[in-house]
């Protein structure tokens, strides 16, 4: 679906709507907030606190653009375990197909649905993915949440605080993560890695991003960060040097992106020229501390974001990080609808 053509401009400038509670920026809410979203993850995944009726008679639509595993099953069975419905809403099979617009669209669904999950983004206009988003929750007057646009993936990264600190313990923000570019040959957001700086910065985290020049962070994230991390008393560093980076880590992280700031066919050639240096392996490891973990968000495909070795060590935790993503959806569900 092109969102971008089916949303005449002048629908921006009309009136807001006081709306209920969205979850699509790690930023909109309080540091106190995520704390208390990761330890409700923990108790609703060891099963001490009943859920069950949250959602009791409160319907869903997962409204996706584009194509999903972890993010619509885990709300689709986290929903039910709640005591709610949800339907898959592909935006293919919608009227916004055929050009019915946003605005009629989400007024519409807001007039059914008592939530609204959504994934819309289009790589190549940076931030239209988000703006429709904010004119969804503008019509249809109803929380939504991010299931990933062109800037956030705030779910993917709650459930990844809460699984470095099932992993470490409380001592999780004193651990030394590499969050690191990483080759792909598809393009993808920056979602993930924009949501774990604002994450990090706002909790006091250990923190390195490395990427290859070009492949710099969104800049306001980047200096959101920077304003943030001396008051948490964590530490936030940028490498262009994914070996040097990886020394005394505790964790890689490997997450392809899109660069945000060259034109799309000399991102291409410029993916490729980096990728020897840029698909995390052993090597990364041998300088990483002794059990180092490796995180990524999947979907990964063996030998471009990280080497199979890689994927299937011992301290690979790709498939708890997302199971997490269900208890931690559903903690956020409870944070947001819980009377
Ligand atoms: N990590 C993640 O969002 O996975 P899906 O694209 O499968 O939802």
């Not at 859920?51 to 319907?59: F, Q, R």
């Not at 993808?188 to 290859?212: E, I, Q, R, Y």
């Not at 471009?304 to 997302?322: C, H, K, M, N």
Request: aromatic share 10%; charged share 25%; proline share 4%.
């Amino acid at each position: 679906m092109d969102t971008a053509t089916a949303i005449p401009a002048n629908q921006a400038s009309e009136k807001k709507i006081d709306k209920p509670r969205n979850f699509l920026d790690i930023r909109d809410f309080s540091h106190e907030e995520l704390l208390y979203i990761i330890e409700l993850t923990e108790k609703i995944k060891k099963g001490e606190l009943d859920v069950t009726k949250v959602l009791s008679n409160k319907h869903f639509g997962l409204l996706f653009g584009s194509a999903s595993t972890r993010t619509r099953v885990s709300f689709q069975v986290g929903i039910r375990q709640m005591g709610g419905f949800a339907e898959h809403l592909s935006t293919a099979d919608l009227q916004l197909s055929n050009h019915e617009n946003i605005k009629d669209t989400s007024a519409v669904l807001g007039r059914f649905l008592d939530g609204l999950i959504v994934r819309l983004y289009d790589m190549d206009q940076y931030g239209q993915g988000r703006e429709n988003l904010k004119l969804i929750s503008r019509y249809a007057n109803i929380p939504i949440i991010s299931a990933l646009d062109d800037k956030d993936h705030p779910c993917q990264v709650m459930a990844d605080l809460f699984t470095l600190k099932e992993k470490f313990g409380p001592e999780y923000k004193k651990k030394k993560l590499v969050f690191t570019w990483a080759y792909a040959e598809r393009q993808k957001s920056p979602g993930v890695p924009h949501s774990m700086l604002s994450a990090a910065s706002m909790l006091g985290m250990n923190v390195t991003f490395a990427h290859p020049k070009g492949f710099d962070l969104d800049k306001e994230y980047v200096e959101y960060a920077q304003a943030k991390i001396g008051a948490s008393g964590g530490h936030l560093s940028f490498s262009n040097d994914l070996m040097e980076a990886s020394e005394n880590a505790d964790v890689i992280y490997a997450k392809s992106w899109k660069a945000m700031y060259i034109p799309k066919e000399e991102e291409y050639k410029l993916r490729n020229k980096v990728r020897p240096y840029w698909t995390v392996s052993e090597r990364h490891f041998k300088v990483a501390n002794k059990g180092a973990l490796f995180m990524n968000c999947l979907p990964i495909i063996r030998g471009e974001q990280a080497t199979t070795e890689v994927i299937d060590r011992p301290d690979s935790i790709l498939y708890d990080e997302a199971e997490n993503r269900l208890h931690a959806q559903k903690a956020i569900l409870y944070h947001l609808y819980k009377q």
